[in-house]
């Protein structure tokens, strides 16, 4: 039904100009991936955003937002919304909280930009950006800068979370896309970018290939692992974890390895007590599942 209203749309609103504009077709997606305690294996496939984007761009519109404050602000700008096809992805689950009404307005009107209140570059050059998508990739985002600053303070870390998928094509393949000169300025042209993406990591790959800093992008995603397990432990299956990010940070800043292997070490001890602390209660540790921006 997606794909034919997609089509209708494109011929109606685009090619015959006495229709009247009429009201977008908002889908709300709320049973995603991470949070199938129950169903397991058999439901977790986030593709469909992957057939959204298959479709023409001035027809639709992709939002993740990370908390609740974006997706009032989401829902309110695609309720309004005449011609498209919006689809919007947020779980079902409580969520932290992350910005006031204000800042989730201005988000959500850029669709990208970088989190100060989380970064550690403080308008400087970063040696890493940690970038994310998705209300479930960006609190394991969080939580990983949260372990980096505090075992590695040195490191400038800069957070950059996207709330509007299609802002990450090119401005001439999409209306929301950014221009080369703001893309380079969010994600550098020559450092390392870890991106945390709610779905399959190829489409971050596939909207982004023509950008300068390409080939420096490294996208942890869903890749086709669960079960019926804990919230926390689909994201270690599919090392989208804050410990896997950590380690990915480590691993790809030029010179970091060397003198962070201790910090290594404990990451790779965090995920063995996860493993065995759920296969004996059947629950995620209380640090991973109470935890908040301490900041």
């Given at each position: 039904m997606f794909n034919q209203h997609a089509k209708w749309l494109k011929v109606t609103s685009k090619e015959i100009p006495w229709r009247r504009p009429i009201a977008s077709l908002n889908y709300l997606l709320t049973s995603h991936v991470w949070r199938q305690d129950h169903n397991g294996f058999s439901h977790q496939d986030p593709g469909f955003i992957d057939h959204v984007v298959n479709k023409k761009a001035d027809i639709i519109r992709v939002y993740l937002p990370p908390d609740a404050n974006t997706l009032l602000a989401v829902t309110e700008r695609c309720l309004r919304s005449r011609n498209f096809v919006n689809v919007i992805v947020a779980g079902k689950q409580p969520a932290l909280q992350y910005l006031d009404m204000r800042g989730a307005v201005r988000h959500v009107a850029g669709g990208i930009g970088i989190w100060d209140w989380a970064s550690t570059d403080e308008g400087r050059?970063?040696?890493?950006?940690?970038?994310?998508?998705?209300?479930?990739?960006?609190?394991?985002?969080?939580?990983?800068?949260?372990?980096?600053?505090?075992?590695?303070?040195?490191?400038?870390?800069?957070?950059?979370?996207?709330?509007?998928?299609?802002?990450?094509?090119?401005?001439?393949?999409?209306?929301?896309?950014?221009?080369?000169?703001?893309?380079?300025?969010?994600?550098?042209?020559?450092?390392?970018?870890?991106?945390?993406?709610?779905?399959?990591?190829w489409l971050i790959h596939r909207l982004t290939y023509r950008r300068t800093n390409h080939r420096n992008l490294h996208v942890r995603g869903y890749k086709e692992e669960g079960t019926t397990t804990t919230p926390f432990d689909m994201t270690v299956l599919n090392d989208l974890d804050r410990f896997h990010l950590a380690q990915d940070v480590i691993r790809r800043v030029p010179g970091l390895a060397e003198r962070a292997a201790h910090v290594v070490q404990k990451l790779r001890d965090r995920l063995t007590d996860h493993r065995q602390y759920i296969e004996t209660h059947g629950e995620d540790m209380p640090e991973i599942r109470d935890w908040k921006w301490p900041y």
């Open positions: 050059e970063p040696d890493v950006v940690m970038a994310c998508a998705g209300d479930v990739p960006t609190l394991e985002t969080l939580a990983a800068v949260d372990l980096l600053r505090q075992t590695l303070p040195q490191l400038r870390i800069r957070v950059v979370n996207v709330v509007d998928l299609m802002t990450l094509q090119p401005a001439e393949e999409h209306p929301h896309g950014l221009p080369d000169p703001d893309f380079d300025a969010l994600f550098t042209t020559d450092k390392p970018i870890i991106f945390a993406y709610h779905g399959y990591p």
